[in-house]
């Protein structure tokens, strides 16, 4: 057949400007593959009777061309969070400061004194970058850091009763995100749970009669993705660190996500710092790194200098340790809490919590005309509506934002929210929102880039 017989070869194809592109971005393999499907496929629409292209050439360059871009396309993308969820764990969590971004790209792209004393000369520790920082903004007389809080909840725990007993309050076992369990957690760092009180009422004669040989250690859970309200009672901290000491047995208290600032000054409600932790008396306090302090991913664990050297000649530390760069992006983070005046500004997470109704309100007023008019070839309706964002990733569970955003009403049946969804979500630059009575809901509460929000939205509403 002659239009079978017009077509280019492959070496062909190869030799031309768009071919030598190809082979320029994605290598020759991969181009030499793309090509010789693109044409197979050609081939085999021609024989079902198709109409060959004016000029096939071209047609298989481009279709080579979209399928190696659409393969060089890393699924890790980013998106715009308009969830309003603003540590959205599904989303990467906390932005870093830039900062930190600075710090961490440095660190990747030069070689850094990690693990080397620039004095002596001789080999340092790499923890000793953040030692002083955390010892300074905690109030504790030692410091370490592993990959997650998990992870510092499975290593203080393996270190401190590996073989014992850990009391803990049945209301405290808790399950974080994943169906990742606190009693899973205990059982893997080979300590034997033993769980005192009820769910809603745990007394301090709970533990004390759980008392006896086997006792390890006392562990508390700050229940930080959930609230028990109503009939309730637990021990506070400083009284369990007393009955700790009375019973001879260090104090674990897990604060999950952690504070280093009193959150109550950017209108949120208060919840104990890592300061007051360790003045409350615990042996070990861990927390999270990339919750609400604002960073990347980590578990901290600050306290009393034997418990925290006995925790790094754990084994189990260098399987969970750090590299240089997310200890030089928390370093640069830490620094950022010397000076907690400024922090809204250099901190992106506390910026968006501490944002203020009335000025995200005003921003959804500017943008919502854009919005409509990218949108109105789908016949998208666009308003201005009030809603509430919150958190995440476990921290201030019943804690909302009051919030503004764009509530974006598709016509159709019940599904048009969810393809309209589905649809922005398949732009270069996602949009993550939420569906909510009814109708697409953008949450303006973490936005920061407004142009690329309607770069997205004008994306979506091409036909």
């Known amino acids: 057949m002659q239009a079978l017989r017009a077509l280019p070869s492959v070496d062909a194809l190869l030799g031309t400007d768009g071919g030598r592109g190809l082979t320029e971005r994605h290598g020759r393999a991969a181009a030499t593959d793309a090509l010789r499907g693109a044409l197979a496929s050609l081939r085999a629409a021609i024989r079902h009777g198709e109409i060959p292209p004016a000029d096939p050439e071209a047609a298989v360059l481009a279709a080579a061309g979209a399928q190696l871009d659409a393969a060089a396309l890393s699924p890790l993308r980013p998106v715009l969070n308009l969830t309003g969820t603003i540590l959205h764990t599904n989303l990467g969590r ?3 400061a830039e900062a930190a971004i600075e710090a961490a790209t440095l660190a990747m792209r030069e070689a850094v004194a990690l693990e080397y004393d620039l004095a002596s000369g001789a080999r340092g520790e790499r923890d000793d970058h953040l030692l002083r920082l955390l010892v300074e903004l905690t109030g504790a007389e030692d ?6 809080n998990a992870a510092a909840v499975l290593l203080a725990l393996n270190t401190l009763g590996a073989g014992r007993e850990a009391i803990v309050s049945r209301g405290e076992l808790i399950e974080i995100g994943g169906a990742f369990r606190m009693p899973d957690i205990m059982a893997r760092a080979g300590v034997i749970l033993r769980e005192v009180g009820t769910t809603n009422r745990t007394h301090e004669r709970d533990y004390r009669a759980a008392f006896g040989p086997q006792t ?4 508390k859970v700050h229940t930080s993705n959930y609230r028990i309200e ?6 506070a901290a400083p009284r369990l660190a007393a009955l700790a000491r009375e019973a001879g047995v260090p104090l674990l208290n897990d604060l ?4 280093l600032v009193d959150l109550a000054r950017f209108g949120l409600r208060r919840e104990p710092t890592v ?5 409350e008396g615990a042996d070990v306090v861990t927390f999270s790194g990339d919750k609400l302090l604002g960073g990347p991913q980590a578990g901290f664990l600050v306290g009393r200098r034997e418990a925290i050297a006995a925790i790094n000649r754990n084994p189990m530390k260098r399987a969970l340790r750090l590299d240089k760069i997310r200890i030089a992006a928390l370093e640069a983070t830490l620094r950022l809490f010397r000076d907690p005046d400024r922090l809204t500004e250099r901190l992106p997470t506390l910026r968006s919590l501490a944002r203020l109704q009335p000025e995200i309100a005003a921003q959804a007023d500017r943008l919502a005309p854009r919005a409509a008019a990218a949108l109105a070839r ?5 308003t201005v509506c009030a809603c509430e964002s919150q958190v995440g990733s476990g921290a201030l569970p019943t804690d909302t934002l009051p919030s503004a955003g764009l509530r974006l009403d598709a016509p159709g049946d019940g599904t048009a929210p969810e393809r309209l969804a589905t649809r922005l979500r398949g732009v270069s630059r996602p949009i993550i929102g939420r569906i909510a009575e009814g109708a697409l809901i953008l949450d303006l509460r973490a936005l920061t880039d407004e142009d690329a929000l309607i770069a997205s939205l004008v994306e979506a509403g091409r036909p």
């Open 230 to 235: 109503g009939f309730t009672a637990e021990v």
């Open 256 to 259: 999950g996500s952690g504070s």
């Open 378 to 382: 789908l016949g998208v309706t666009v």
């Open 216 to 219: 390890g250690l006392i562990l």
């Open 275 to 279: 300061a007051e932790a360790v003045a």
């Open 94 to 96: 906390a932005l870093l």
């Open 143 to 148: 410091a370490t850091v592993v990959n997650n």
